[in-house]
Protein backbone atom coordinates (compact mmCIF):
# COMPACT_ATOMS: atom_id res chain seq x y z
CA UNK A 1 0.00 0.00 0.00
CA UNK A 2 1.08 3.60 -0.64
CA UNK A 3 1.65 5.40 2.39
CA UNK A 4 1.65 8.62 0.57
CA UNK A 5 -2.07 8.02 -0.87
CA UNK A 6 -4.67 9.96 0.44
CA UNK A 7 -7.89 9.13 0.55
CA UNK A 8 -10.90 11.02 -1.22
CA UNK A 9 -13.83 11.34 0.73
CA UNK A 10 -16.39 12.92 -1.44
CA UNK A 11 -19.72 14.67 0.22
CA UNK A 12 -23.20 15.41 -0.50
CA UNK A 13 -23.91 19.01 -1.02
CA UNK A 14 -27.01 18.55 1.38
CA UNK A 15 -25.68 15.35 2.84
CA UNK A 16 -27.59 14.82 6.19
CA UNK A 17 -30.33 17.70 5.42
CA UNK A 18 -33.96 17.04 6.75
CA UNK A 19 -35.94 18.87 3.99
CA UNK A 20 -39.48 19.18 3.18
CA UNK A 21 -40.68 19.52 -1.00
CA UNK A 22 -44.21 20.66 -1.98
CA UNK A 23 -45.88 21.31 -5.11
CA UNK A 24 -44.55 18.09 -6.91
CA UNK A 25 -47.46 16.46 -9.47
CA UNK A 26 -45.96 14.62 -11.83
CA UNK A 27 -42.28 14.22 -12.75
CA UNK A 28 -41.69 16.91 -15.02
CA UNK A 29 -42.67 19.38 -11.87
CA UNK A 30 -39.84 21.62 -11.13
CA UNK A 31 -40.24 19.98 -7.36
CA UNK A 32 -39.91 16.90 -8.63
CA UNK A 33 -36.47 17.61 -9.81
CA UNK A 34 -35.35 19.73 -6.88
CA UNK A 35 -36.41 16.20 -4.92
CA UNK A 36 -34.89 14.20 -6.77
CA UNK A 37 -31.00 16.13 -7.17
CA UNK A 38 -31.69 16.74 -3.46
CA UNK A 39 -31.40 12.86 -2.36
CA UNK A 40 -28.77 12.79 -4.51
CA UNK A 41 -26.74 15.07 -3.00
CA UNK A 42 -27.59 13.28 0.86
CA UNK A 43 -30.54 14.81 1.83
CA UNK A 44 -33.40 13.40 3.46
CA UNK A 45 -36.98 14.49 2.13
CA UNK A 46 -40.58 13.94 2.84
CA UNK A 47 -43.18 15.39 0.26
CA UNK A 48 -46.65 17.14 0.65
CA UNK A 49 -49.66 16.57 -1.96
CA UNK A 50 -53.31 18.04 -1.46
CA UNK A 51 -56.71 17.23 -2.41
CA UNK A 52 -57.36 15.58 -5.38
CA UNK A 53 -53.28 15.64 -6.75
CA UNK A 54 -51.99 13.92 -3.43
CA UNK A 55 -52.93 10.72 -5.37
CA UNK A 56 -50.16 11.87 -8.01
CA UNK A 57 -47.96 12.98 -5.64
CA UNK A 58 -47.85 9.53 -4.22
CA UNK A 59 -47.43 7.80 -7.75
CA UNK A 60 -44.99 10.88 -8.73
CA UNK A 61 -42.79 10.21 -5.17
CA UNK A 62 -42.44 6.73 -6.72
CA UNK A 63 -40.32 7.81 -9.37
CA UNK A 64 -37.86 9.22 -7.21
CA UNK A 65 -34.20 7.15 -6.78
CA UNK A 66 -35.19 6.34 -2.89
CA UNK A 67 -39.71 6.59 -2.49
CA UNK A 68 -40.42 8.85 0.35
CA UNK A 69 -43.38 9.70 2.58
CA UNK A 70 -46.07 11.92 1.24
CA UNK A 71 -48.01 13.58 3.47
CA UNK A 72 -50.96 15.91 3.13
CA UNK A 73 -51.25 19.74 3.28
CA UNK A 74 -53.93 21.67 1.69
CA UNK A 75 -52.90 25.22 2.57
CA UNK A 76 -56.75 26.30 2.66
CA UNK A 77 -56.97 24.04 5.50
CA UNK A 78 -56.03 25.45 8.97
CA UNK A 79 -56.35 21.78 10.24
CA UNK A 80 -53.50 20.47 8.15
CA UNK A 81 -50.94 23.13 9.16
CA UNK A 82 -50.76 21.07 12.80
CA UNK A 83 -51.33 17.63 11.59
CA UNK A 84 -48.50 18.00 8.80
CA UNK A 85 -46.19 19.39 11.28
CA UNK A 86 -46.65 16.36 14.04
CA UNK A 87 -46.14 13.80 10.59
CA UNK A 88 -42.97 15.96 9.18
CA UNK A 89 -41.48 15.61 13.18
CA UNK A 90 -42.34 11.71 13.38
CA UNK A 91 -40.34 11.57 9.82
CA UNK A 92 -37.75 13.81 10.23
CA UNK A 93 -37.50 15.38 13.53
CA UNK A 94 -36.11 18.59 12.52
CA UNK A 95 -36.56 20.60 9.20
CA UNK A 96 -33.52 22.35 7.25
CA UNK A 97 -35.26 23.64 4.32
CA UNK A 98 -38.36 23.63 3.05
CA UNK A 99 -39.40 24.63 -0.89
CA UNK A 100 -42.51 26.61 -1.19
CA UNK A 101 -43.62 25.25 -4.89
CA UNK A 102 -47.40 25.94 -4.83
CA UNK A 103 -49.76 28.09 -6.96
CA UNK A 104 -53.22 28.24 -8.47
CA UNK A 105 -55.59 30.56 -9.90
CA UNK A 106 -59.20 29.95 -11.27
CA UNK A 107 -59.26 30.12 -14.86
CA UNK A 108 -61.16 33.42 -14.79
CA UNK A 109 -57.61 35.24 -13.20
CA UNK A 110 -55.85 33.85 -16.23
CA UNK A 111 -56.13 35.02 -19.98
CA UNK A 112 -56.73 38.02 -21.71
CA UNK A 113 -59.82 39.83 -19.63
CA UNK A 114 -58.28 41.08 -16.64
CA UNK A 115 -61.31 42.86 -15.49
CA UNK A 116 -62.94 39.39 -16.10
CA UNK A 117 -62.11 37.86 -12.30
CA UNK A 118 -64.26 38.80 -9.48
CA UNK A 119 -62.75 39.28 -5.78
CA UNK A 120 -63.69 35.81 -4.91
CA UNK A 121 -61.45 34.64 -7.66
CA UNK A 122 -58.56 36.68 -7.23
CA UNK A 123 -58.93 35.96 -2.81
CA UNK A 124 -58.54 32.05 -3.84
CA UNK A 125 -54.68 33.02 -5.97
CA UNK A 126 -54.00 35.36 -3.39
CA UNK A 127 -54.26 32.50 -0.25
CA UNK A 128 -52.67 29.55 -2.47
CA UNK A 129 -50.22 32.03 -4.19
CA UNK A 130 -48.92 34.46 -2.00
CA UNK A 131 -50.23 33.38 1.85
CA UNK A 132 -49.69 30.54 1.75
CA UNK A 133 -45.74 30.92 2.11
CA UNK A 134 -47.06 32.44 5.61
CA UNK A 135 -48.71 29.07 6.24
CA UNK A 136 -45.94 26.95 5.24
CA UNK A 137 -43.88 28.74 8.21
CA UNK A 138 -46.34 28.55 10.27
CA UNK A 139 -46.22 24.71 9.60
CA UNK A 140 -42.79 24.29 9.95
CA UNK A 141 -40.89 26.87 12.13
CA UNK A 142 -41.21 25.00 15.07
CA UNK A 143 -39.08 22.12 13.70
CA UNK A 144 -36.78 24.61 12.15
CA UNK A 145 -33.50 26.20 13.68
CA UNK A 146 -30.64 28.81 13.08
CA UNK A 147 -29.40 27.70 9.46
CA UNK A 148 -32.23 26.34 8.23
CA UNK A 149 -34.44 27.92 5.26
CA UNK A 150 -37.56 28.50 3.21
CA UNK A 151 -37.02 28.94 -0.24
CA UNK A 152 -40.07 29.94 -2.81
CA UNK A 153 -40.24 28.97 -6.50
CA UNK A 154 -41.33 32.27 -8.10
CA UNK A 155 -41.70 33.96 -11.66
CA UNK A 156 -40.71 37.16 -11.40
CA UNK A 157 -42.96 40.21 -11.74
CA UNK A 158 -41.72 43.30 -11.85
CA UNK A 159 -43.64 44.02 -15.39
CA UNK A 160 -46.86 43.02 -16.22
CA UNK A 161 -47.09 39.61 -18.34
CA UNK A 162 -49.47 38.49 -21.22
CA UNK A 163 -52.23 36.41 -20.07
CA UNK A 164 -50.76 36.24 -16.56
CA UNK A 165 -52.91 38.62 -15.12
CA UNK A 166 -54.05 37.98 -11.35
CA UNK A 167 -51.38 35.40 -11.05
CA UNK A 168 -48.81 38.31 -11.84
CA UNK A 169 -50.44 40.24 -8.81
CA UNK A 170 -50.58 36.91 -6.67
CA UNK A 171 -46.61 36.80 -7.26
CA UNK A 172 -46.09 40.31 -7.00
CA UNK A 173 -47.70 39.48 -2.82
CA UNK A 174 -45.70 36.47 -2.80
CA UNK A 175 -42.10 38.25 -3.14
CA UNK A 176 -43.30 41.07 -1.02
CA UNK A 177 -44.40 37.97 1.45
CA UNK A 178 -41.10 36.56 0.92
CA UNK A 179 -39.47 40.07 2.20
CA UNK A 180 -41.76 40.37 5.23
CA UNK A 181 -40.64 37.24 6.17
CA UNK A 182 -37.19 37.61 5.98
CA UNK A 183 -37.53 40.51 8.38
CA UNK A 184 -39.43 38.62 10.63
CA UNK A 185 -37.24 35.65 10.66
CA UNK A 186 -33.66 36.79 10.56
CA UNK A 187 -33.39 37.28 14.12
CA UNK A 188 -33.86 33.60 14.49
CA UNK A 189 -31.11 33.07 12.06
CA UNK A 190 -33.65 31.35 9.56
CA UNK A 191 -33.19 32.42 5.85
CA UNK A 192 -36.13 33.40 3.05
CA UNK A 193 -35.42 33.65 -0.51
CA UNK A 194 -37.40 33.32 -3.98
CA UNK A 195 -35.79 31.82 -7.36
CA UNK A 196 -37.74 33.29 -10.39
CA UNK A 197 -37.19 30.52 -12.87
CA UNK A 198 -37.54 31.18 -16.39
CA UNK A 199 -40.70 29.44 -18.14
CA UNK A 200 -40.11 25.27 -18.13
CA UNK A 201 -43.03 23.20 -19.54
CA UNK A 202 -44.35 21.65 -16.42
CA UNK A 203 -48.51 20.73 -15.78
CA UNK A 204 -48.55 24.32 -14.25
CA UNK A 205 -47.50 26.18 -17.35
CA UNK A 206 -50.21 24.24 -19.78
CA UNK A 207 -52.79 25.73 -17.29
CA UNK A 208 -51.28 29.45 -18.37
CA UNK A 209 -53.34 30.35 -22.30
CA UNK A 210 -50.17 31.87 -24.06
CA UNK A 211 -47.93 30.17 -22.30
CA UNK A 212 -46.26 29.26 -26.16
CA UNK A 213 -45.43 33.19 -26.36
CA UNK A 214 -42.98 32.91 -23.27
CA UNK A 215 -41.35 29.69 -25.55
CA UNK A 216 -41.30 31.63 -28.78
CA UNK A 217 -39.19 34.35 -27.39
CA UNK A 218 -37.22 33.41 -24.16
CA UNK A 219 -34.45 31.79 -25.75
CA UNK A 220 -33.57 34.36 -28.48
CA UNK A 221 -33.41 37.17 -25.94
CA UNK A 222 -32.24 35.23 -22.83
CA UNK A 223 -27.95 35.93 -23.21
CA UNK A 224 -27.31 32.76 -21.91
CA UNK A 225 -30.12 30.91 -23.83
CA UNK A 226 -33.04 28.92 -22.56
CA UNK A 227 -34.43 25.47 -23.09
CA UNK A 228 -37.95 25.02 -21.52
CA UNK A 229 -37.56 21.69 -21.06
CA UNK A 230 -34.34 21.69 -18.73
CA UNK A 231 -35.24 22.36 -15.27
CA UNK A 232 -31.96 21.28 -13.90
CA UNK A 233 -30.49 25.12 -13.73
CA UNK A 234 -33.55 26.09 -11.67
CA UNK A 235 -33.04 22.88 -9.42
CA UNK A 236 -29.52 23.42 -8.93
CA UNK A 237 -30.24 26.92 -7.19
CA UNK A 238 -32.68 25.43 -5.13
CA UNK A 239 -30.38 23.28 -3.64
CA UNK A 240 -27.54 26.10 -3.30
CA UNK A 241 -29.56 28.02 -1.26
CA UNK A 242 -30.63 25.00 0.67
CA UNK A 243 -26.95 24.46 1.57
CA UNK A 244 -25.10 26.06 4.34
CA UNK A 245 -23.20 28.50 1.16
CA UNK A 246 -25.11 31.06 1.21
CA UNK A 247 -25.61 31.96 5.05
CA UNK A 248 -25.80 35.96 5.04
CA UNK A 249 -28.16 35.69 1.68
CA UNK A 250 -31.89 36.40 2.78
CA UNK A 251 -34.73 38.40 1.61
CA UNK A 252 -33.28 37.69 -2.20
CA UNK A 253 -35.06 36.95 -5.87
CA UNK A 254 -32.46 34.97 -8.02
CA UNK A 255 -32.89 34.93 -11.29
CA UNK A 256 -32.88 31.48 -12.92
CA UNK A 257 -34.12 32.52 -16.65
CA UNK A 258 -30.66 32.78 -18.77
CA UNK A 259 -30.41 36.58 -18.09
CA UNK A 260 -33.75 37.43 -19.95
CA UNK A 261 -34.87 39.78 -16.70
CA UNK A 262 -31.85 42.08 -17.11
CA UNK A 263 -32.24 42.92 -21.01
CA UNK A 264 -34.41 45.27 -22.77
CA UNK A 265 -35.90 45.14 -25.93
Given at each position: M???????????L????????T??????????????????????????????????????A??????V????????????????????????????????A???A?E??L???????????VA????????????????????????????????????A?P??????????A??????????D??????R??????????????????????????????????????D???????????????????????????????????
Amino acid sequence: MDPYRTTVITMGLLDGKKIVVTGVLTDASLAFRVAQLAQREGAHIVLTGAGRALSLTQRTARKLDTPVEVFEFDVTNADHVESVRENVRASLGRVDAVLHAIGFAPEVCLGDDFLAAQWSDVAVAMEISAYSLKTMADAFLPLMSPGSTIIGLDFDNTVAWPAYNWMGVAKAAFEATNRYLAKDLGPRGIRCNLVAAGPIKTMAAKSIPGFKKFEDVWDERAPLGWDVTDSTPVAKTVLALMSDWFPATTGEIIHVDGGYHAMGA
